[in-house]
Each structure stands twice: as C-alpha cells, then as structure tokens.
T-cell receptor, first 113, second 113 residues
Framework: DGGITQSPKYLFRKEGQNVTLSCEQN?????MYWYRQDPGQGLRLIYY???????QKGDIAEGYSVSREKKESFPLTVTSAQKNPTAFYLC????????????FGPGTRLTVL | GENVEQHPSTLSVQEGDSAVIKCTYS??????FPWYKQELGKGPQLIID?????GEKKDQRIAVTLNKTAKHFSLHITETQPEDSAVYFC????????????FGTGTQLKVEL
C-alpha cells in the first residue's frame, strides 16, 4: 500500500516532557509538511521540508523541531517550550511544488496531562 | 501573507438538496485552490481542486467554481447524501509562496435524512 503513515494514533504525555511524532511516506514525494489542528480552526502549518536535509518554519514553529534525514521520514518533536501542545497533528506530503496536491496522513492526537 | 476566509462554519441540508460553501482569499497571486473533506478523527482527503486558468471544474456530484476577479471560489455538492456529512476545508496557494497552503477554518456539513 502506498501512502502516509503516522504513529501513534493517540499519545499522552506529562507536562514538561518532549515527545516525537512519527511520519513516514512511501509515495516518493520530495515535500513533507506538519500541521496542527485545533477545534474550530483550520490547519496551521508548523514546519515544512521541500527536500532532504532542508526544512523551513511555518506559521507556528515556536516550541517545535523537525528533522529530514531521509526522504521517507519527517519526525516532529513537540518540546516542553510549546505552551499549549494538546492538539491533533497532521502530516502531509506532495511531489514538491506549492501547487502540487498535498496528501495527508491519519493524524496523531496528542494530549498533554 | 495569504488569508482565506470560509463560510458558513456550519451547514445543515436535507438529503437530496444542494450544499454550497464559499471561500475568499486575499492574495491575487494565488493560483491553486484545493478542497478537502475530513471525517471525524481522520486526516483530510482531497476531493477536488481548481487552478487559476480554469473557471469551473466538475466531478460527478461535486463542482468548484473560481472567480479570480472577486477572489473567491466555491464548492457545490448536489444531491447530498448522509455520507457527505463531514468537515470541508478550502485552501489556497501560489507558485513562489514557499510551498505553503493556507486553509480556511472549515465548514461542518450535516446532511439530514
């Protein structure tokens, strides 16, 4: 099966702990993205990567970090500096350009207790 | 930066009726406009998209129209069915915009029997 996988589906962490969300794709896409979704709001871009070993901040990057060591993988770390980390996190990928279709994974719901 | 406004935030229709969701965008350089459907607890799925060189696009019961002069685009669903109930998001991006899709805040569509 081709697609984007995110794990785990649900994640619970204590306040003050860093946590890493996984995103893997086997679509051979160059670009990958992380979005945050809160109730009643649209998707907000956290980070994106257009190519391996390169990534850029999105609109709400504070308190998050990413890496892109492999084309297939784009993990997101939610650090203790993120003031309100409880949210639904979505990973997406596209062939590469701004006007290429973005395909989304199933999401990870993070709850910080 | 780009700003996308989406209306209405909630929409209830009777099964078989049509549903229309409207979005406006701020950046006249935007040239790609996808629509996503998101079911509860899942990632968004692309249902249709339109590019700025086209005024209308149809796919079975779904159509999207684009008015570049007025900077707005709309999603039309005809003969609605209960399985159309979901949250719908519009988005906009433009070449040179840093691979960034800007999303609307979503419309919760409920199709009632």
């Amino acid at each position: 099966d081709g697609g984007i996988t995110q794990s785990p589906k649900y994640l619970f962490r204590k306040e003050g702990q860093n946590v890493t969300l996984s995103c893997e794709q086997n679509l051979n896409h160059d670009a990958m993205y992380w979005y945050r979704q809160d109730p009643g709001q649209g998707l907000r871009l956290i980070y994106y990567s257009q190519i391996v070993n390169d990534f850029q901040k999105g609109d709400i990057a504070e308190g998050y970090s990413v890496s892109r060591e492999k084309k297939e993988s784009f993990p997101l770390t939610v650090t203790s500096a993120q003031k309100n980390p409880t949210a639904f996190y979505l990973c997406a990928s596209s062939i590469g350009g701004a006007t290429d279709t973005q395909y989304f994974g199933p999401g990870t719901r993070l709850t910080v207790l | 930066g780009e700003n996308v406004e989406q209306h209405p935030s909630t929409l209830s229709v009777q099964e078989g009726d049509s549903a229309v969701i409207k979005c406006t965008y701020s950046d006249s350089a935007s040239n790609y406009f996808p629509w996503y459907k998101q079911e509860l607890g899942k990632g968004p799925q692309l249902i249709i998209d339109i590019r700025s060189n086209v005024g209308e696009k149809k796919d079975q019961r779904i159509a999207v129209t684009l008015n570049k002069t007025a900077k707005h685009f709309s999603l039309h669903i005809t003969e609605t069915q209960p399985e159309d109930s979901a949250v719908y998001f519009c988005a906009a991006s433009f070449t040179g915009g840093g691979n960034k899709l800007t999303f609307g805040t979503g419309t919760q569509l409920k199709v009632e029997l």
